[in-house]
């Protein structure tokens, strides 16, 4: 029976995740916590195989949690599961952090090939796997728009095109939640 320890500050999170990975044979989640102090003590106490640890929590974040965990059970693989994670660019910080592997929740579905990875020894950065083609500069994503004249004779760049042709708009990603903000779990 593999045992897992979640770590988040969001209940919601916690639940979603636990139902999720006790759906699947042989493995159980031994316990929770809220915050990076907890899941340090509840790591030592509870001596799971896998820690799931979200990275923005209070009292000590996920990083150094992951930290002091492996520092004291250097066998024990530790997964970043957090809006945060993903990103290429991060993946060597989160890496010297400690973490064995880091997903993304909005790709909750790969949480079980993540934990069977590194349940039998490996790693699962999905930052990794981004092609690297991808993150380009957005001259090599959109062509560049000719400057068009404007009143006084000049010529001024136009804002890059979207795909449908429209003016690129700034968009805002979702960030998780500041700790405390929004839910009425005592963590």
Not at 63 to 88: C, E, H, K, N, Q
Not at 99 to 128: H, M, P
Not at 135 to 149: F, H, K, L, M
Request: glycine fraction near 8%.
């Amino acid at each position: 029976m593999a045992r897992i320890l979640l770590v988040d500050d969001h209940a919601e999170a916690r639940r979603g995740a636990r139902e999720l990975l006790e759906a699947h044979p042989g493995w159980e989640v031994c316990g929770e916590a809220c915050d990076g102090m907890e899941a340090i003590e509840k790591a030592a106490a509870l001596k799971p195989d896998i820690v799931i640890l979200d990275l923005s929590m209070p009292k000590m974040s996920g990083a150094a949690a992951a930290r002091v965990i492996r520092s004291t059970a250097p066998g024990v693989p530790v997964l970043l599961f957090s809006l945060y994670a993903g990103d290429p660019q991060m993946s060597d910080g989160f890496r010297a952090a400690g973490f064995s592997g880091d997903l993304n929740k909005a790709t909750a579905d790969l949480l079980i090939e993540a934990v069977q990875t590194l349940l039998q020894g490996g790693t699962y950065f999905q930052s990794a796997a981004v092609p690297r083609t991808i993150i380009a500069d957005d001259a090599t994503v959109r062509p560049e728009q000719p400057p068009t004249p404007s009143a006084d004779g000049t010529h001024q760049a136009s804002p890059p095109a979207s795909p449908n042709g429209s003016a690129d708009v700034a968009t805002t990603a979702t960030a998780e939640p500041a700790p405390g903000s929004g839910s009425s779990d005592p963590c």
